[in-house]
């Protein structure tokens, strides 16, 4: 069930709302069924003494209102309503059951408490099968204001508990640090200008998209007044200095043709000048020169290491990391090919809602994916999908982490938003990875190079070797070990790191797990003799644990299990 509660200047005015049946088409046999007292006049109920019953219940609500008015104490907005309803999966509650609901709402919000003579006076109207209106003037008996303060938060927990006692359909339930959703308003509007999306929420895109590119707030600034369709409006202090920015999409027009504009945190509480300002201050600068590492291994190598942070990490660090993937996400659609777009900023907006919690972000801990991202940027889009598939490859297991970590902080809107995401990232992970294991598996090796590899892995990961080798990306694998390994890498080595790294046990296609992180890892320069024979030593020191990848219990897996009972990723 899901409340909304807002104030009013008029009695009358809400009660006519709620008995017309004419302008709302949706509005059928309205009736009370329930007030302050039990023998409120019920105009739905009247028959041809419609608007005198009406009258009267305006009256018997704005009894102390009236009061309160000629002693001076009332206030302007003295109406109170909420309206309450019901999932439509739910079955259709009697007038019986929404009475009771409404008293313990009224109860629970302090507009008329349990055992308090004094109470507001109220009435609960229904005029649709899946939901009720609640009418009440704020103004108490003994003529003092009611305290409801906090009242949708605790009109929310007494729905959560009427959800279970009821057994309806149990809402996820947020933590006050989602963006604001667009109004019924800003809905019709843009299905009138026909887009999918409001205004608020194109803006929003379009500022996060800004702040996950910039490296400073000045560039920040700059890049925005040089975005196509969009408006700044930037406030400065008496020093000159930014203190903040307003922003409006161009045509986006109120009745006296003026833009409508809305500030950062209208759009996303994170989206503030402050708290951007917070996070670009901890970004590193990217690094130009010949002998840069390639951002996208960095950034994946950075993401890859999102998992064990989430899991050893104190709380800030870990908001921080999930930020910075979230800035990652949204970058992700201006670098990659046009036809996986909209998978990507589907996944990316989805996502955003897994970026906050109430838990404060500590920005200085995901310097490096961040500067990674800002360098990924600046770079030429890549020729084929082999950086975006590898960096794919790690995000899918980089949203179920998130999803697990959510799920044991109890951020269940959290948790739904990275399964959300977590779809269309699978999904525009297989339309990117296919051309480019294709392409690998057709530099498969000599039949004897294979076969050595194929004993390699046995030795190596003998716990998954069988489902690696049932992977049709084997071939790749093989591939990319045969070219390690002519670049002067210990292919045994390799794939030890590369099975070492975490969630191999997640994949349903292992091989493709394998083939990216060997990829990646034989980019580096191969290391010198002593490299070698120090790895050797170290190897040969360390006990054999070839399968001990340890798995991530995730929210998020099918029901299909692997042998060793862990959930799969894909």
Known sequence: MIAKISSGKSTAGLIRYLYDTKKAKDHTDPHLVASFDGFAPDPGRSGD??????KLLVADLDLHVKQAQRLGRASERHVWHCSIRAAKTD????????????????????????????????VAVRHAPDHIHIAATKVRADLRTARHWNDYLTADRELAAIEKEYGLHQVVRGDRTAAKRPTRAEQ????????????????????????????????????????????????????????????????????KQEPIWFSGSELSPDLSLPKIRKRLDATDQPQGGPRRANPWHQATA???????????????????????FGEALDVLPLLAPQDVRPQLCEAAEAFERATRSRTQAEHQHARALRGA??????????????????????????????????QLHHHDQQVAAARQSLLHLQAAYEQTATAPLIVLAQRRPPQPVVERHILLIRQTVRDYAEQVLEDPAVDALTAVLADAEKAGHNPEQLLRQAADQRALADARQPARVLTWRIERLAARPAPSARARAAQARSTAQRPSAPGRTSPVSSPLAPTAQPEKGSARRR
């Open 49 to 54: 003494d419609f608007d005198a019953v009406k």
């Open 91 to 122: 079955r259709h509650l009697s007038d019986e059951e929404w009475g009771a609901i409404a008293r313990r709402v009224v109860a629970a919000t302090g507009i008329a408490p349990d055992g308090d003579p004094d109470g507001c006076r109220w």
């Open 188 to 255: 019709e509007k843009a299905n009138r200008a026909g887009h999918d999306r409001s205004a608020r929420e194109r803006l929003r895109t379009t500022v996060r998209t800004v702040v996950a590119v910039a490296t400073s707030t000045e560039e920040f600034i700059r890049l925005l007044e040089h975005t196509d369709g969009v408006l700044v409006d930037v406030k400065h202090f008496p020093s000159g200095d930014v203190r903040g920015y307003t922003v409006a999409l161009a045509g986006d027009t109120n009745g």
């Open 302 to 324: 950075a993401a890859e290491r999102i998992p064990h942070h989430l899991d050893q990490a104190y709380d800030g660090a870990a908001q921080a990391h999930l930020a910075a």
């Open 373 to 406: 991202v800002r360098a990924m940027v600046r770079e030429s889009a890549p020729r084929d999908g082999a950086l975006l598939a590898m960096f794919l490859d790690a995000a899918i297991l980089v949203v179920i982490a998130a999803a697990h970590w959510h």
